[in-house]
């Protein structure tokens, strides 16, 4: 099992920056595939970004490339979602996930392990 916590959301201005954490606990040992997805209201979930946890290979939805950087800590079993550039469409509920694989998964059935979520709110 692998319990994943959201942290670091919260209400930023159009054109500023957040940065979301994403803690893991549990079969972390196992270097499980990481990643962001998000969902905004009456919308489906969302690939964002992923990251292997062994070789640093890394991923990104098109909407994202150059405004969003993922990266992880192995040490602190920890992976960073930075955001940059914010804008309304990126109001959203975003989600923490994890799966036991060599390769990136960008549909959110490829993933086993789920946080419970934190909201990034942008204001216009």
């Known amino acids: 099992q692998v319990q994943l916590v959201e942290s670091g959301g919260g209400l930023v201005q159009a054109g500023g920056s957040l940065r979301l954490s994403c803690a893991a606990s549990?079969?972390?040992?196992?270097?499980?595939?990481m990643a962001w997805f998000r969902q905004a209201p009456g919308k489906e979930r969302e690939f964002v970004a992923a990251?292997?946890?062994?070789?640093?290979?890394?991923y990104y939805a098109d909407f994202v490339k150059g405004r969003f950087t993922i990266s992880r800590d192995n040490a602190k079993n920890t992976v960073y979602l930075q955001m940059n550039s914010l804008n309304s469409e990126d109001t959203a509920v975003y989600y923490c996930?994890?799966?036991?694989?060599?390769?990136?998964?960008?549909?959110?059935?490829?993933?086993?392990?789920w946080g419970q979520g934190t909201q990034v709110t942008v204001s216009s």
């Open positions: 996930a994890a799966r036991f694989a060599l390769t990136i998964a960008t549909n959110q059935r490829g993933y086993d392990y």
């Open positions: 990251i292997t946890w062994s070789d640093i290979n890394t």
């Open positions: 549990g079969r972390t040992f196992s270097s499980p595939v």
